[in-house]
């Protein structure tokens, strides 16, 4: 089975910011993620997020940081939690584990369109070097590990283990 290449749309329409992720979305698109997480956390008059996953067939432990730190970045300005739509029985398994539902409103289909899907336009991927890559690898899982107990655990010897490289990269 050929997986598809992961991509990131968005669009902001009304005061509500959609993300959609589609295909195989892997740490490869983390500086893309990140630099959407920094832009909400400053956009003015934003009232709500939906993160579209409908098209993922994969999120990796990365690219879920950094959707963990999308919600970071709006948490206390906006009245309702960001949004997760998800169809793909094997992503929402992912962010049941991982401890979204405490961070994130998690639902399978739209009540009702709430924004002008048509107006998503792809984002270009930001590129990120290895140093840049490690960093954001690093920052993503340290993220998740404070969602809950089971990601601290799942990902403590990665985290680690990245640490150990850092130390001898400076």
């Known amino acids: 089975m050929l997986t598809e290449e992961g991509r990131i749309k968005a669009a902001f329409d009304s005061g509500v910011f959609v993300l959609k992720l589609c295909g195989d979305v892997r740490l490869t698109l983390c500086a893309t993620l990140d630099t959407q997480a920094q ?55 992912m962010l049941d584990v991982m401890g979204f539902a405490r961070f994130f409103t998690l639902m399978e289909a739209p009540l009702q369109p709430t924004a002008d899907l048509s107006t998503l336009e792809e984002l270009p991927e930001v590129p990120a070097d290895e140093e840049g890559l490690r960093e954001r690898i690093l920052e993503a899982h340290r993220i998740l590990m404070r969602m809950n107990e089971h990601n601290r655990e799942q990902f403590q010897p990665l985290v680690e283990m990245l640490e150990s490289q850092e130390t001898t990269h400076h």
Do not use: Y
């Open 39 to 93: 832009r909400l956390a400053e956009t003015p008059g934003l009232s709500a997020v939906m993160i579209d996953l409908r098209e993922a067939t994969n999120v990796d432990s990365t690219a879920l940081g950094f959707l963990a730190k999308v919600s970071l970045a709006v948490k206390g300005r906006l009245e309702q939690p960001p949004t997760i739509i998800v169809d793909n029985q094997d992503v929402r398994q």
